[in-house]
């Protein structure tokens, strides 16, 4: 069609579209309200699109044309002048009874990004010009009055325009509210609606101030973010959501289910729905899919605290719009949600601070001992208690990248409150420090014992608050029982010898207790760690040598003969072999190593050297 009309006809008779269009429409709503604003800018379009179907109709090559050759071409032009990105993904026209369908997508509507730009996110759709151009061009080629509704729109915070199209007898009752914004109406019709209007609006308004009312005074009560959240459904009969940035449910009213959101859809669409928040701090309006291919409207509003997004404060609906009252409310909400958040994370952050501030006192300070365990107590922590030292220790991948940069000091902060809701979780009372690159635990004997292992207690712990962790390498050491409050420096120490020494193992280990070093843990130091470890090959070295070439067993034998301190059935009855062999391989042993096992000093001697390749990851015994 484009050799038909030249390009001077097509801007005459299209409608505006870009930064005059934008200008326009600001205009038009802050003077007439948007409602009388709709309807001029619908009607306009109408125009619009008439008179380009009388100018084709105009040309001689008109008669040639068929229907679907006219809508399909008609939409292509505007899409060309006006950079919508149309696509038709229906057509049904019958030339002969006139019926008419079609339904498609505007995915770059500048009247829609330029409302969004000046009004924000509506709650309606906002392509009145488009829906108004595209209707009064199908209608003047067809004879037959045809609406175009959009059912999707950008400027309400759906991913793109989507509109349906038919004659206005097959809308039947659903077009009823739009037919009279494309009727004409006199100045005295116009002040009628223009006074409902504000009647309807001082109600909505009046109804948001009630609302708005109440919700401080829910803070100021004392009712806590869960308070406020069923407050807030009780009013607006909506299920009621906060999350953090990685939409992880922080608080939720009864009624929401468990419902697992795509993790596509996750990965994808929410990290773009963040950084749009970052830059607009606006409320927005999304189709949310979940994983079991559900799909509901989340009307969104950002939660800032400190000038940093904290998490989003979202409406849940299953079926319909959200009216206006919905958006006013749900930034008042989402602003007094973030005061109660920043109070429960100001009293949590302050409470744990001096729990940290008072046991770095106690590591470092000759402060007397029972102002600090009096402290403590006040603070909710029995520093008395038998209890272990976790020392988890924190290292970048890279070894290149700097430690102390803000990204690792919000790695800690964010580990060190998992730490707390990891615990809380257990009603276990917890104390934590923090170090450089690493985070000193205390951890009750009385929680220990609730797992089977000491080690795997530490397990559970790496589990709950670095799950999940690409950014770190994070080893645990963990301190001998301390019975007293005296001992607690003794357990640092331990625990830090015991992250040293998982330093030195071949085999990369996560967790390990300093029981678990042995005897060999009592003098062993990293300054004296070289020389243990020369001194182990000197006496184990050809041992080893001779189990790989000839597939013997001499060094299993060993450990468990010094396990077993130096019983010779018990070695032959774990070992499953005959007491003869047990002796052979004894002495065979120490003709290859060159120590007599018969004495002390041999004895303790060969114990030191299997400790140390044990603790190198040299060797396995299972």
């Given at each position: 069609?484009?050799?038909?009309?030249?390009?001077?006809?097509?801007?005459?008779?299209?409608?505006?579209?870009?930064?005059?269009l934008?200008?326009l429409?600001?205009?038009?709503i802050?003077?007439?309200?948007?409602?009388?604003?709709?309807?001029?800018?619908?009607?306009?379009?109408?125009d619009?699109?008439e008179?380009?179907?009388?100018?084709?109709?105009?040309?001689?090559?008109?008669?040639s044309?068929?229907?679907?050759?006219?809508?399909?071409?008609?939409?292509q032009i505007?899409?060309l002048?006006?950079d919508?990105?149309?696509?038709?993904?229906?057509?049904?026209?019958?030339?002969d009874?006139?019926?008419?369908?079609?339904e498609?997508?505007?995915?770059?509507?500048?009247?829609?990004?330029?409302?969004?730009?000046?009004?924000?996110?509506?709650?309606?759709?906002?392509?009145?010009?488009?829906?108004g151009?595209?209707?009064?061009?199908?209608?003047?080629?067809l004879?037959r009055?045809?609406?175009?509704k959009e059912v999707?729109?950008?400027g309400?915070?759906?991913?793109?325009?989507?509109?349906?199209?038919?004659p206005?007898?097959?809308w039947?009752?659903?077009?009823?509210?739009?037919?009279?914004?494309?009727?004409?109406?006199n100045?005295g019709q116009?002040?009628?609606?223009?006074?409902?209007?504000?009647?309807e609006?001082?109600?909505?308004f009046?109804?948001?101030?009630?609302?708005?009312?109440?919700?401080p005074?829910a803070?100021?009560?004392?009712?806590?973010?869960?308070g406020?959240?069923?407050?807030?459904e009780?009013?607006?009969?909506?299920?009621?959501?906060?999350?953090?940035?990685?939409f992880?449910?922080?608080?939720?009213?009864?009624?929401?289910?468990n419902?697992?959101?795509?993790?596509?859809?996750?990965?994808k669409?929410?990290?773009?729905?963040?950084?749009s928040?970052?830059?607009?701090k606006?409320?927005?309006?999304l189709k949310?899919?979940?994983?079991?291919?559900?799909?509901?409207?989340?009307?969104i509003?950002?939660?800032?605290?400190?000038?940093?997004?904290?998490?989003?404060?979202?409406?849940?609906k299953k079926?319909g719009?959200?009216?206006?009252?919905?958006?006013?409310?749900?930034?008042?909400?989402?602003?007094?949600?973030a005061?109660?958040?920043?109070?429960?994370t100001?009293a949590?952050e302050?409470?744990?601070r001096?729990?940290?501030?008072?046991?770095?006192?106690?590591?470092?300070?000759?402060?007397p001992?029972?102002?600090?365990?009096?402290?403590?107590?006040?603070?909710?922590?029995n520093?008395?208690?038998?209890?272990?030292?976790y020392?988890?220790?924190?290292?970048?991948?890279?070894?290149?990248?700097q430690l102390?940069d803000?990204a690792?000091i919000e790695?800690k902060?964010?580990?060190?409150?998992?730490?707390?809701?990891a615990?809380?979780?257990?009603?276990v009372k917890?104390?934590?420090?923090?170090?450089?690159?690493?985070?000193?635990?205390?951890?009750s004997?009385?929680?220990?014992?609730?797992?089977?292992?000491?080690?795997?207690?530490?397990?559970?712990l790496?589990?709950?608050?670095?799950?999940?962790?690409?950014?770190?390498?994070i080893t645990?050491?963990?301190?001998a029982?301390?019975?007293?409050?005296?001992e607690l420096?003794?357990?640092?120490?331990?625990?830090?010898?015991?992250?040293?020494?998982?330093?030195?193992?071949?085999?990369?280990m996560?967790?390990?207790s300093?029981k678990?070093?042995g005897?060999?843990?009592?003098?062993?130091e990293?300054?004296n760690?070289?020389?243990l470890?020369?001194?182990?090959?000197?006496l184990?070295?050809?041992?080893?040598a001779?189990?790989?070439?000839?597939?013997a067993?001499?060094?299993?034998?060993?450990?468990?003969?010094?396990?077993?301190n130096g019983?010779?059935?018990?070695?032959a009855?774990?070992?499953?072999?005959?007491?003869?062999?047990a002796r052979?391989?004894?002495?065979?042993?120490?003709?290859i190593?060159?120590?007599?096992?018969?004495?002390?000093?041999?004895?303790?001697?060969?114990?030191?050297?299997?400790?140390?390749?044990?603790?190198l990851?040299?060797?396995?015994?299972?």
């Open positions: 069609m484009t050799n038909i009309i030249n390009s001077d006809e097509m801007i005459k008779y299209l409608p505006e579209s870009g930064q005059l934008g200008t429409r600001k205009n038009l802050s003077a007439l309200g948007m409602d009388r604003a709709k309807g001029f800018l619908l009607r306009y379009g109408w619009c699109g008179k380009f179907s009388e100018l084709l109709k105009s040309k001689d090559e008109y008669s044309l068929t229907l679907e050759d006219l809508f399909l071409s008609g939409s505007h899409g002048t006006a919508l990105g149309i696509s038709v993904t229906k057509l049904v026209v019958d030339p009874t006139k019926d008419y369908f079609s498609g997508y505007w995915k770059y509507s500048q009247e829609a990004e330029k409302h969004i730009e000046h009004f924000g996110f509506s709650y309606e759709p906002v392509c009145f010009t488009l829906t151009y595209a209707g009064g061009y199908v209608s003047s080629i004879g009055q045809v609406i175009f999707e729109c950008k309400k915070g759906d991913p793109y325009c989507r509109w349906i199209a038919k206005v007898a097959d039947a009752e659903e077009i009823m509210d739009e037919l009279p914004y494309y009727q004409e109406e100045l116009e002040l009628d609606n223009a006074f409902k209007r504000i009647e609006q001082k109600d909505v009046k109804r948001a101030l009630q609302i708005s009312e109440k919700l005074n803070i100021l009560n004392g009712s806590g973010l869960q406020l959240i069923t407050l807030i009780k009013e607006m009969n909506y299920p009621v959501i906060i999350e953090n940035i990685q992880e449910r922080i608080e939720a009213s009864s009624s929401v289910k419902d697992n959101l795509n993790p596509d859809f996750v990965n669409e929410l990290k773009k729905m963040i950084q928040t970052l830059h607009s606006k409320t927005i309006l949310v899919p979940t994983a079991e291919n559900e799909v509901y409207s989340r009307l509003s950002p939660i800032f605290l400190r000038n940093k997004l904290f998490g989003f404060l979202s409406f849940i079926t719009d959200f009216s206006e009252l919905d958006y006013l409310l749900i930034e008042r909400a989402s602003s007094v949600s005061i109660q958040i920043l109070n429960e100001s949590f302050n409470e744990h001096l729990k940290e501030e008072l046991l770095n006192v106690l590591f470092q300070s000759d402060i001992q029972a102002d600090i365990i009096y402290r403590l107590k006040l603070a909710g922590y520093i008395e208690q038998p209890q272990y030292v020392l988890f220790h924190l290292n970048k991948h890279d070894p290149k990248e102390l803000e690792f790695f902060k964010s580990a060190v409150d998992r730490f707390y809701k615990l809380d979780q257990q009603n917890g104390v934590l420090a923090t170090r450089f690159n690493q985070i000193i635990v205390l951890i004997e009385e929680f220990v014992r609730t797992f089977p292992s000491l080690v795997s207690s530490g397990a559970w790496l589990d709950q608050v670095f799950a999940g962790n690409t950014e770190m390498d645990l050491g963990i301190s029982l301390c019975n007293k409050v005296e420096n003794r357990g640092l120490g331990e625990a830090q010898k015991t992250i040293s020494m998982m330093s030195f193992s071949k085999n990369p996560k967790i390990k300093y678990e070093l005897a060999i843990a009592k003098f062993i990293p300054d760690f070289s020389e470890t020369l001194f182990a090959h000197e184990l070295d050809d041992i080893m001779y189990d790989q070439k000839y597939g067993d001499l060094f299993h034998t060993l450990y468990c003969y010094l396990e077993n019983h010779m059935k018990n070695t009855k774990e070992m499953h072999i005959s007491l003869g062999s052979y391989r004894l002495t065979r042993i120490q003709e190593g060159g120590f007599d096992l018969s004495t002390s000093q041999g004895f303790f001697d060969a114990h030191v050297a299997v400790q140390v390749f044990l603790l990851g040299l060797i396995e015994i299972s």
